[in-house]
Each structure stands twice: as C-alpha cells, then as structure tokens.
C-alpha cells in the first residue's frame, strides 16, 4: 500500500535552518520517483541554505488538530529547461 493511500504525510525538514516542509506522498513519488523515504532524504535539497546533508525525512499520520495546521506544499508543474552552453574556440 501506497503512503498517500494510507493517509501517512511526509515531512522534510532542515536540521540546520530548522525548516519543515510537509507533502502529500503521491506527489513527491511523481517529482523524485517512487522511492523509499529514505531515498527522498538523499535526494532532496534545503530551499534556504543549499545543503543536503542536513535533510532529514519522514512518514506520519497527522491527527485531528496537528492536521488542521499543516501547510502542504503543493506541485504546481514539472517545468523541464533547455539551456544552451556555448564555447569560444581558441
């Protein structure tokens, strides 16, 4: 059974900004693929200071009030860019 199937929530949070960010688990499976969370914690980044080794992730059932007050974090779009390099010739 799938996380977002069983109501669970993940949490990502920074243990160097102490930020937390909360997902609906079937949208994070459609961004990084369909991955443990311990995968999810190697794979994701702190918005604020750019580190990944202080990422920290997990599952959890949010319960009556702590649901009430969670902000999720929403996917808006996968937006894929090309970027062109160029070289000068010596």
């Not at 920074?14 to 459609?30: A, D, M, S, T, V």
């Not at 604020?48 to 992730?57: L, N, Q, T, V």
């Amino acid at each position: 059974m799938h996380a977002h199937n069983a109501g669970q929530v993940a949490r990502v949070s920074c243990g160097h900004c102490n930020i937390k960010r909360f997902y609906k688990p079937l949208e994070l499976r459609e961004v990084i693929g369909n991955v443990t969370i311990e995968r999810v914690r190697a794979k994701v980044r702190c918005e604020k200071c750019g580190r990944k080794e202080s990422m920290s992730a997990e599952l959890f059932h949010p319960v009556g009030q702590e649901l009430v007050a969670i902000r999720f974090r929403r996917l808006v779009e996968i937006r894929w860019e090309r970027r062109v390099i160029w070289r000068d010739e010596s």
